[in-house]
């Protein structure tokens, strides 16, 4: 086994467990990983069996790691306050983004997304042609979808499954908060933002046919989570008392929240510019 078939399938593995481990009904099937040799940015999702099969290339796994080599060198060129700071090795970042990736594949099973698209898998990136393997289903710019969507909602719908995904895999990955674990939400939040960066380098020059929401919006949607973060357990407390409301003392207090906001918020927000760069998309901003 090469050593990205050993990455791929460690952290797909790491993935369920840690799937498991936040989700109180353990996931549902033993995923089936099929790497593909090639240097393209290749992952995809699909019904197999009961289960599900997940395809990635080897270069997913290179890729993501020469990104995150790429993006520590021009951070290190910054000045100290705006540098991306890692928790340990660099190959652990790109782990950890492929850990994410992975996390957010099983969503789209766990969620039940192959019911609503009919089967068909959801291509995060990359082309099958010329791979010589069969794919089950083609990627969907045409779901076969359930009627309650109007034929003019159709094309949004991916976009949502996408979304969804997305915030299943961020919760799953993240953890619950605490005040001690900001400096690990900014590192995994981090991490996600690479994947989502290189996913959009992947969708540029096909605007007609993407699958995937704007990166700027799936963004938005992981720091507008990671603003609401502090405040869940108070939330869930009070739902587990059955009160109708959030008492104040609940509350984390206002300077918990704006030193949390400049630990995690804004730096990840600040590394997205470093980030895209990093993987060539030079006009992000
Ligand atoms: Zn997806």
Known sequence: MSEQEDRLQITLDAAVERYDDRVSVPFAASPALRVIPSDTFYAYVFPLGGGLGIDASTGTANQIAQAWKRALDLSTNLPPERQIELLGHPDHAADMSLRWLMQHELNHFAIGHFRITGSAGLLE?????????????????????????????????????????????????????????????????????????????????????????????????????????????????????????????????????????????????????????????????
């Not at 997205?272 to 030079?282: C, F, K, N, P, R």
């Open 125 to 285: 990136a990359g082309d099958p042609t010329g791979f010589g393997i069969a794919t089950q289903g083609a990627a969907p710019p045409e779901l076969p979808v359930e009627s309650f969507l109007a034929e003019d909602e159709e094309h949004w719908l991916s976009y949502c499954l996408e979304l969804q995904a997305d915030q299943d895999a961020t919760e799953i990955f993240l953890g619950a908060y605490s005040a001690e674990n900001w400096k690990l939400f900014r590192y995994y939040a981090t991490s996600v933002l690479m994947v989502i960066l290189i996913i959009e380098r992947e969708e540029r020059g096909k605007e007609t046919s993407r699958t995937h929401p704007f990166a700027e919006t799936r963004l938005f949607m992981l720091l507008a989570y990671l603003t609401e973060l502090p405040f869940i357990p108070a939330y869930k407390r009070a739902e587990r008392e059955g009160l109708d409301y959030v008492p104040e003392e609940y509350l984390p207090s206002d300077s918990e929240i704006s030193d949390y906001r400049a630990a995690v918020v804004e730096p990840v927000f600040a590394s997205s510019q470093i980030l895209a760069e990093a993987v060539g998309l030079t006009d992000f901003w």
